[in-house]
């Protein structure tokens, strides 16, 4: 007897905890504890035993009996919070997640890392120079000598010279990245190719598409065999490279006392596609309706140039280019002003 | 540059639609800013580049035209001057240094009246108002050739004398149209035996300017000196037409010509004769010159091989006479051509007028620099720092450098120890800034209508010294929070200098700001700090033992203290942590570690007795007994 009621206790647990539906206990319940569950007719028997038996197999009995039904109600447990689990892994799928509260880098930021690691696949290192400049490595050294009228493109914020011992006018606020050319090149040999993100100043009133403060990525390359074709071939890739594939470029020419020759590169108006005019009929303001945007002046390095670094313009060559950091920041992302640049309205930077 | 269709058709046959022109004529440099259509006509605007003169005339634009587009140039007619029935007492003193060339001649019995109406159509075109038509000549003939003229009424020139030399400086001087300016010291000018009459290179003057009564005329075709006339115009902040071209240099050469075409249409349309000799006054022939150029240096340069007769035909269509000599083309440069004095020159006029849009393009072939470049500035760690930061929630703004002196005020800063900008576009934008705090708080506060929560961070450049002696450009890492506590923003700044390898406790950048925290960085001392290289340690082979110890102490006992303290009492102490803090209790995870062997629970008792020996002595701190409840 102590043998069957054991046994009916271990094939009894070993049923409830293989099982994981409600009804299916239910039916083991019965099966067990039923009218006529196996446990309940082997209690019924109990009767038939001899007297003095009676009160320790009823005690067994007892115990299996207890055990079945904890472990039914246990199991029970298991069974439900398994479902609301599952429940919860059904839930509506539509509303948004639960972002993490990450920041956001700046637009500029961006796009000059990406900038950075252009030039990078094609050996250019990048450099960082004064804001605070003199005016020979902002105008001399490049050929601009003092009242030339080149010198009208770029009006100068002038610094105080007061208490210091600097003549009054050659303390500037660098006008162009292209400082840092000379700068460069009378510390070491070519080959050099380098690039210069950085902040510039000009005398100019802030509106959409001007401010006292821009940004230009200033670059040149100095070699025994620089050719025109291969400063075309440059920009050509780094502008695919930083504006898509399906780029397209023109080059004109221009003039600046530090290039001969001269070039300067547009690049289709990323508003309008080119078209000069917006889809609903007025003309695109982006592009100022000509369908294309100055991004890149450049040329050949004047021989002026390299000889003020100190190198033999009859042995070297070069090419230098300045990259409109703001505009092609803005052209990328498709802003129409400038401030919002400086704008730190958080609403603006949260898009990018 | 305003330039009519119509005109420019009186030199050059172009073909070419107008928005075709206008395109190639921006990728030979002469940029075409607008094409405007009107009723009869197509006026091109161009924006001309300091280097070409000689496109501040409709002829230049013509040459171009005609270089472009292969035609040949027509030239306006250009008779010989009339011999002189009489000549009238005239008497000039110059100074070649300050006046390279002064040409000039009398014409007398002059009818000044309205131009007629073709002339002042053409000046209207232009944006000129008609005046009368001596004046009108005048301007009419500088747009045509691009040399500036002034007509002088002879009559009122005192004594028939003119002597040019340079303002002593507060002069004063009244305009032909009728202004009186303070001349700045230098500016070229001419006297008569009283008085001065004109500014040169800049305007004519009151006192001699050709008006309705007037009967005989000087016409002076000068050549200046362009810094001269540059520094004067600049610091009267006058600009004329004329200043212009003389300040990027005029066509010395072309003088005369200009003088015969101006006489001509003088006598055609006021009547008159000729009442003197030629006045030419020079300090040089000013001669057309020779450039050579190279062939082969030209195709080394471009990067192409244009063959050789369409090199020629180019440098023809420029009018630069090309012959080829030994191994050389020699050109002869027209003096209008100013800007052509090198070889580098002749290459890109090649260049241009080939077309940068039908060159190749080539990838540079020279060796790959590996020395480190000056100024070398490493954007890794830069882009690190802010992700670390971004990470932290967040974000980042550029602001501006220049600040008003109220800004400085408001942030008790000394104005006078800040760098200055002596021609500020505006008080707003005066001062460099010395700190990005300023900047920081006002876009705080300007983002709070729209946001609880604020995290803004620059990294940028701030001005440091109170005078250019001292300056010192260098990098602030800023940040503003009212998110973060003082515990996590020193926590944000220690994971930052963990990544850099630096070992700096943060709190000195760390303030409490009104409603939040901020904090600020001398990121650039600490890239000097730096040091980035990472070494691995092997995992230890013996399990760890762990073990939360909470300690009772005061609240003037620093936690840094504690943990200090308890790291010092064994090598084998290899984490402590700050894991709760109630009342006066903190709790420290501390993490045993062995490398060599496994730690018995004796090994850690002994350490932990040692521990709270030493805490109780040197703090008067204790285990906290487990409640007895």
């Known amino acids: 007897m102590e043998?069957?009621?054991?046994?009916?206790?271990?094939?009894?647990?070993?049923?409830?905890?293989?099982?994981?539906?409600?009804?299916?206990?239910?039916?083991?319940?019965?099966?067990?504890?039923?009218?006529?569950?196996?446990?309940?007719?082997?209690?019924?028997?109990?009767?038939?035993?001899?007297?003095?038996?009676?009160?320790?197999?009823?005690?067994?009995?007892?115990?299996?009996?207890?055990?079945?039904?904890?472990?039914?109600?246990?199991?029970?447990?298991?069974?439900?919070?398994?479902?609301?689990?599952?429940?919860?892994?059904?839930?509506?799928?539509?509303?948004?997640?639960?972002?993490?509260?990450?920041?956001?880098?700046?637009?500029?930021?961006?796009?000059?890392?990406?900038?950075?690691?252009?030039?990078?696949?094609?050996?250019?290192?990048?450099?960082?120079?004064?804001?605070?400049?003199?005016?020979y490595y902002n105008f001399e050294a490049l050929n601009i000598p003092k009242h030339h009228p080149a010198r009208d493109t770029q009006q100068t914020l002038y610094l105080d010279t007061q208490n210091s011992k600097v003549t009054p006018g050659e303390a500037i606020l660098r006008t162009q990245t292209s400082a840092m050319q000379g700068r460069v090149m009378e510390k070491i040999?070519?080959?050099?190719?380098?690039?210069?993100?950085?902040?510039?100043?000009?005398?100019?009133?802030?509106?959409?598409?001007?401010?006292?403060?821009?940004?230009?990525?200033?670059?040149?390359?100095?070699?025994?065999?620089?050719?025109?074709t291969?400063?075309?071939?440059?920009?050509?890739?780094?502008?695919?490279?930083?504006?898509?594939?399906?780029?397209?470029?023109?080059?004109?020419?221009?003039?600046?006392?530090?290039?001969?020759?001269?070039?300067?590169t547009y690049i289709e108006c990323t508003v309008c596609k080119g078209k000069a005019r917006l889809p609903n009929g007025q003309g695109c303001s982006f592009c100022k309706q000509s369908g294309w945007s100055e991004i890149m002046p450049a040329g050949m390095i004047h021989p002026y140039v390299l000889s003020a670094a100190g190198y033999n313009p009859k042995e070297l060559s070069g090419f230098a280019f300045a990259i409109g950091l703001s505009r092609l920041v803005t052209l990328k992302y498709q802003m129409d002003d400038l401030r919002l640049l400086t704008n730190p309205d958080l609403r603006i930077l949260e898009q990018f | 540059m305003l330039a009519p269709l119509s005109w420019l058709k009186d030199y050059v046959d172009t073909t070419l639609a107008p928005y075709e022109l206008g395109e190639r004529l921006t990728e030979v440099g002469l940029g075409t800013e607008k094409i405007i259509k009107t009723d009869d006509d197509t006026i091109f605007e161009f924006e001309i580049?300091?280097?070409?003169?000689?496109?501040?005339?409709?002829?230049?634009?013509?040459?171009?035209?005609?270089?472009?587009?292969?035609?040949?140039?027509?030239?306006?007619?250009?008779?010989?001057?009339?011999?002189?029935?009489?000549?009238?007492?005239?008497?000039?003193k110059t100074d070649k240094t300050i006046n390279p060339r002064f040409t000039g001649i009398i014409i007398d019995g002059i009818n000044v009246k309205d131009s007629p109406k073709w002339l002042q159509e053409r000046l209207i075109k232009i944006n000129q108002r008609p005046i009368n038509n001596i004046v009108d000549i005048t301007n009419y003939v500088m747009f045509e050739l691009g040399n500036p003229i002034h007509a002088f009424d002879y009559d009122k020139i005192k004594d028939h004398v003119m002597i040019v030399e340079k303002a002593k400086g507060t002069e004063l001087f009244k305009s032909v149209d009728g202004i009186s300016y303070h001349l700045p010291k230098d500016a070229v000018i001419i006297k008569d035996n009283e008085r001065i009459i004109d500014l040169c290179g800049i305007k004519g003057g009151f006192n001699s300017g050709t008006f309705e009564d007037t009967k005989t005329i000087f016409i002076r075709v000068p050549v200046e000196d362009p810094i001269l006339i540059r520094k004067a115009s600049q610091a009267l902040n006058l600009r004329s037409e004329a200043s212009s071209i003389f300040e990027r240099g005029v066509n010395a050469g072309g003088t005369i010509d200009t003088l015969k075409r101006c006489v001509d249409l003088v006598l055609e349309t006021a009547g008159g004769e000729i009442a003197s000799n030629l006045y030419d006054l020079k300090i040089s022939d000013f001669s057309p010159w020779n450039v050579n150029l190279n062939i082969e240096r030209l195709n080394k340069i471009l990067g192409i091989e244009i063959p050789k007769n369409k090199v020629i035909d180019i440098l023809d269509s420029l009018n630069l006479s090309p012959v080829i000599t030994k191994g050389f083309i020699e050109c002869t440069i027209p003096t209008y051509r100013n800007d052509l004095k090198t070889e580098e020159d002749l290459i890109e006029e090649v260049a241009r007028i080939y077309g940068y849009n039908n060159f190749p393009k080539t990838i540079p072939t020279g060796e790959i620099p590996i020395i480190l470049v000056p100024y070398f500035k490493d954007y890794k760690i830069e882009e690190k720092a802010k992700n670390i930061l971004i990470a932290a929630g967040f974000s980042e703004i550029?602001?501006?450098?220049?600040?008003?002196?109220?800004?400085?005020?408001?942030?008790?800063?000394?104005?006078?120890?800040?760098?200055?900008?002596?021609?500020?576009?505006?008080?707003?934008?005066?001062?460099?800034?010395?700190?990005?705090?300023?900047?920081?708080?006002?876009?705080?506060?300007?983002?709070?209508?729209?946001?609880?929560e604020i995290n803004l961070f620059e990294l940028g450049k701030v001005y440091l010294g109170k005078n250019l002696d001292e300056t010192q450009e260098v990098y602030f890492l800023s940040g503003i929070s009212n998110v973060k506590n003082f515990y996590e923003v020193k926590g944000i700044i220690e994971r930052l200098f963990l990544y850099l390898g630096i070992k700096e406790d943060p709190t000195k950048y760390i303030e409490g700001i009104d409603d939040g925290v901020f904090f600020e960085i001398n990121f650039s001392e600490i890239l000097k700090k730096v040091n980035l290289e990472k070494i691995f340690i092997p995992l230890p082979k013996y399990p760890p033992v762990l073990e939360d110890l909470a300690i009772v102490a005061s609240d003037d006992v620093k936690t840094g203290d504690l943990i200090n303290e308890i790291?010092?009492?064994?090598?084998?102490?290899?984490?402590?942590?700050?894991?709760?803090?109630?009342?006066?209790?903190?709790?420290?995870?501390?993490?045993?570690?062995?490398?060599?062997?496994?730690?018995?629970?004796?090994?850690?008792?002994?350490?932990?007795?040692?521990?709270?020996?030493?805490?109780?002595?040197?703090?008067?701190?204790?285990?906290?007994?487990?409640?007895?409840?």
Do not use: C
């Not at chain 1, 902040?199 to 006292?212: C, G, T």
């Open chain 1, 3 to 135: 043998e069957k009621l054991i046994a009916i206790k271990n094939s009894a647990l070993s049923i409830i905890l293989d099982t994981s539906d409600k009804k299916t206990l239910e039916e083991i319940k019965l099966q067990f504890l039923g009218r006529n569950g196996q446990l309940t007719l082997a209690i019924k028997e109990i009767a038939k035993l001899p007297k003095e038996r009676r009160p320790e197999i009823g005690v067994l009995a007892n115990e299996v009996k207890k055990a079945i039904e904890q472990t039914l109600e246990n199991q029970k447990l298991i069974i439900k919070k398994f479902e609301s689990e599952t429940k919860k892994e059904q839930i509506d799928t539509t509303a948004p997640g639960i972002q993490p509260k990450i920041g956001h880098l700046h637009p500029m930021t961006q796009v000059i890392y990406e900038v950075v690691d252009v030039f990078k696949s094609i050996g250019f290192q990048t450099a960082d120079g004064p804001e605070i400049e003199t005016d």
């Open chain 1, 189 to 228: 040999k070519p080959p050099i190719r380098v690039i210069v993100p950085g902040k510039n100043f000009r005398y100019e009133q802030v509106d959409a598409s001007h401010s006292f403060e821009f940004w230009q990525v200033e670059g040149f390359l100095v070699d025994e065999q620089v050719r025109l």
């Open chain 1, 230 to 264: 291969d400063l075309f071939g440059t920009i050509d890739y780094v502008l695919r490279k930083l504006m898509g594939e399906g780029t397209k470029l023109k080059f004109a020419t221009t003039n600046f006392p530090f290039v001969e020759p001269g070039v300067d």
């Open chain 2, 49 to 92: 580049t300091p280097n070409r003169p000689d496109l501040l005339s409709i002829l230049g634009i013509a040459r171009e035209i005609a270089a472009v587009e292969g035609k040949k140039i027509k030239l306006p007619k250009l008779p010989n001057f009339p011999n002189p029935k009489k000549t009238l007492r005239f008497e000039i």
């Open chain 2, 398 to 452: 550029y602001t501006y450098s220049l600040m008003s002196e109220s800004d400085l005020e408001n942030a008790h800063i000394k104005p006078e120890r800040v760098l200055r900008v002596d021609n500020p576009v505006s008080r707003e934008f005066e001062y460099l800034r010395p700190t990005l705090k300023i900047n920081l708080l006002k876009a705080f506060s300007q983002n709070k209508p729209n946001f609880k």
């Open chain 2, 567 to 629: 790291k010092n009492q064994s090598s084998l102490i290899h984490i402590v942590s700050l894991l709760d803090q109630y009342e006066e209790t903190r709790t420290f995870h501390i993490v045993y570690q062995h490398r060599e062997r496994n730690l018995t629970t004796d090994d850690v008792s002994k350490i932990r007795e040692k521990i709270l020996k030493t805490l109780g002595e040197k703090f008067k701190a204790r285990l906290k007994q487990p409640s007895t409840a």
